[in-house]
């Protein structure tokens, strides 16, 4: 008896250190702690200024150059699945990486806190906008920052195109890309699919010059991340068909669920419920971030739900660009000003409150289920070279589609009045010079020197962005 005890002791002993292997093979291996991460996405929240192409380049600094914990294909990899979902990819991207690190719950960390101070600061700008719009230094300190974010945006096209553009091939697609959404207003989606379409045939017949992402991986150092990844791979990234149910099922309750129990205590005419229904199929249809489908959710806010006045969706617009978070934190806005205009039998301020917390949480869970639900399917396509081709080409269309963003952020920074073109199907904003901000302009090229030239931190420049806004405003509002 003893000895049967003895061995089945041993067999516990044994099976335990199995359990625990498995454990550090898919945690720690990697060397980076979940403690650390937390800290890690804290910080990248609090920087996550400037849109999508800041956000991103905050996250390449971070995670690719300062911790190396990420090699720069596997990142790319990860960006480029990324822009093909709906909804923020630069969120996206972080819950992306948490998951690579710790599994589910790192994912979800990292998202959520992606998203949290972006959320609580609309939310107390709301709040001083329907009750103290025009307080001065309000007005000041986002012509401050806003000035700086321009910088912010400039050096991430900077940096990510140095990274992307390898070659004559990459840098047609990223000016084709940029000429078809600046000149012809091509949706963000064709010019994914078709960026896809040329790196996939350009496998076939150029294949050293179109297959970026491998080729720079092979001379890359290894990362924390892909050391562990490029051997035996996790439990957690391998496909699994009863694992992709699962979480469909978890997260589509998540998402559905409480817009079936709003429809049946208040009813579809109640603005709540429009709030969450409008809100929840913009979700899925956000391809290319917030400029894509600003146009149509100001339409649907200001003339079919009445939510917004006219002018109120760029003021909205500027709190999301000011503010750490995605840009498609603009939702939350409009979702205030709805119910704050029509409470109901609440005060106008906690239903403009609930409305944030809903329009919140339709927005970014869909987030949470495309990554969990499809990134093992894309760390499975890595390694293989047509879709690699495909990926280099969506890397460098995503180039010329962050400039476009940055080139439309300097027109409305810098001037006042902006008068659209059109003529045989080509679009063209045009500035009226005599409207230029000398003020922004100022700010703007001081936060850029000292960004790329004097390396100074971007809070640091944001801070000084700001206070010298608030400045400038008082002096013009004495002169």
Same mark, same amino acid.
């Given at each position: 008896?003893?000895?049967?005890?003895?061995? $089945?002791?041993?067999?516990?002993? @044994?099976?335990?250190?199995?359990?625990?292997?498995?454990?550090?093979?898919?945690?720690?291996?990697?060397?980076?702690?979940?403690?650390?991460?937390?800290?890690?996405?804290?910080? *990248?929240?609090?920087?996550?200024?400037?849109?999508?192409?800041?956000?991103?380049?905050?996250?390449?600094?971070?995670?690719?150059?300062?911790?190396?914990?990420?090699?720069?294909?596997?990142?790319?990899?990860?960006?480029?699945?990324?822009?093909?979902?709906?909804?923020?990819?630069?969120?996206?991207?972080?819950?992306?990486?948490?998951?690579?690190?710790?599994?589910?719950?790192?994912?979800?960390?990292?998202?959520?806190?992606?998203?949290?101070?972006?959320?609580?600061?609309?939310?107390?700008?709301?709040? !001083?906008?329907?009750?103290?719009?025009?307080?001065?230094?309000?007005?000041?300190?986002?012509?401050?920052?806003?000035?700086?974010? !321009?910088?912010?945006?400039?050096?991430?096209?900077?940096?990510?195109?140095?990274?992307?553009?390898?070659?004559?091939?990459?840098?047609?697609?990223?000016?084709?890309?940029?000429?078809?959404?600046?000149?012809?207003?091509?949706?963000?989606?064709?010019?994914?699919?078709?960026?896809?379409?040329?790196?996939?045939?350009?496998?076939?017949?150029?294949?050293?010059?179109?297959? *970026?992402?491998?080729? @720079?991986?092979?001379?890359?150092? $290894?990362?924390?991340?892909?050391?562990?990844?490029?051997?035996?791979?996790?439990?957690?990234?391998?496909?699994?068909?009863?694992?992709?149910?699962?979480?469909?099922?978890?997260?589509?309750?998540?998402?559905?669920?409480? !817009?079936?129990?709003?429809?049946?205590?208040?009813?579809?005419?109640?603005?709540?419920?429009?709030?969450?229904?409008?809100?929840?199929?913009?979700?899925?249809?956000?391809?290319?971030?917030?400029?894509?489908?600003?146009?149509?959710?100001?339409?649907?806010?200001?003339?079919?739900?009445?939510?917004?006045?006219?002018?109120?969706?760029?003021?909205?617009?500027?709190?999301?660009?000011?503010?750490?978070?995605?840009?498609?934190?603009?939702?939350?806005?409009?979702?205030?000003?709805?119910?704050?205009?029509?409470?109901?039998?609440?005060?106008?301020?906690?239903?403009?409150?609930?409305?944030?917390?809903?329009?919140?949480?339709?927005?970014?869970?869909?987030?949470?289920?495309?990554?969990?639900?499809?990134?093992?399917?894309?760390?499975?396509?890595?390694?293989?070279?047509?879709?690699? =081709?495909?990926?280099?080409?969506?890397?460098?269309?995503?180039?010329?589609?962050?400039?476009?963003? =940055?080139?439309?952020?300097?027109?409305?920074?810098?001037?006042?009045?902006?008068?659209?073109?059109?003529?045989?199907?080509?679009?063209?904003?045009?500035?009226?010079?005599?409207?230029?901000?000398?003020?922004?302009?100022?700010?703007? &090229?001081?936060?850029?020197?000292?960004?790329?030239?004097?390396? &100074?931190?971007?809070?640091?420049?944001?801070?000084?962005?700001?206070?010298?806004?608030?400045?400038?405003?008082?002096?013009?509002?004495?002169?």
């Amino acid at each position: 008896m003893n000895r049967i005890g003895g061995e $089945k002791r041993v067999m516990k002993v @044994s099976a335990d250190k199995a359990v625990d292997k498995r454990d550090v093979s898919d945690e720690d291996a990697h060397g980076v702690t979940f403690a650390e991460a937390v800290k890690v996405w804290v910080r *990248v929240a609090a920087l996550s200024f400037g849109g999508p192409a800041g956000q991103i380049a905050v996250m390449h600094r971070i995670l690719v150059d300062e911790k190396k914990w990420v090699s720069e294909s596997r990142f790319l990899h990860a960006l480029n699945y990324c822009m093909m979902l709906p909804g923020p990819e630069a969120q996206q991207l972080a819950i992306y990486m948490g998951w690579l690190l710790h599994r589910i719950k790192g994912g979800l960390v990292a998202g959520t806190l992606f998203v949290l101070p972006g959320f609580v600061s609309i939310l107390a700008l709301s709040i !001083l906008y329907a009750g103290f719009r025009d307080l001065t230094v309000v007005q000041g300190i986002f012509f401050g920052i806003k000035a700086a974010v !321009l910088a912010v945006v400039i050096e991430a096209v900077v940096r990510i195109g140095s990274k992307a553009l390898k070659n004559a091939y990459m840098y047609g697609i990223a000016a084709s890309a940029f000429v078809g959404i600046f000149f012809f207003d091509v949706s963000f989606p064709l010019i994914v699919v078709t960026a896809a379409l040329i790196g996939f045939i350009g496998s076939r017949v150029d294949p050293d010059r179109f297959i *970026v992402n491998e080729k @720079s991986a092979k001379g890359e150092e $290894k990362r924390a991340i892909d050391s562990v990844l490029e051997g035996e791979q996790p439990e957690h990234i391998r496909p699994s068909f009863t694992r992709a149910v699962k979480v469909s099922a978890v997260w589509l309750t998540l998402w559905f669920v409480p !817009l079936i129990a709003l429809t049946m205590a208040l009813g579809m005419d109640s603005v709540f419920t429009k709030i969450g229904l409008f809100f929840s199929k913009l979700a899925v249809v956000t391809f290319g971030g917030a400029y894509a489908v600003l146009a149509y959710m100001a339409q649907q806010a200001v003339e079919n739900y009445g939510w917004l006045a006219p002018g109120e969706m760029l003021d909205g617009l500027g709190m999301a660009e000011t503010t750490p978070g995605p840009l498609i934190q603009v939702v939350q806005f409009v979702g205030f000003m709805g119910a704050f205009r029509e409470p109901g039998a609440l005060d106008p301020f906690v239903a403009g409150v609930l409305a944030s917390i809903l329009v919140t949480w339709v927005t970014f869970v869909p987030c949470f289920l495309w990554i969990f639900l499809g990134a093992p399917y894309a760390e499975s396509l890595r390694g293989i070279k047509s879709v690699n =081709a495909a990926l280099s080409g969506i890397t460098a269309a995503v180039v010329g589609v962050v400039l476009n963003l =940055a080139v439309w952020f300097a027109l409305h920074v810098l001037f006042a009045e902006i008068n659209e073109v059109q003529s045989y199907g080509v679009r063209l904003q045009v500035p009226v010079v005599s409207s230029i901000d000398l003020g922004a302009l100022l700010l703007s &090229v001081g936060a850029l020197i000292a960004m790329l030239r004097l390396h &100074v931190g971007m809070i640091t420049t944001l801070a000084a962005s700001a206070v010298l806004g608030v400045g400038l405003f008082y002096l013009r509002a004495a002169m």
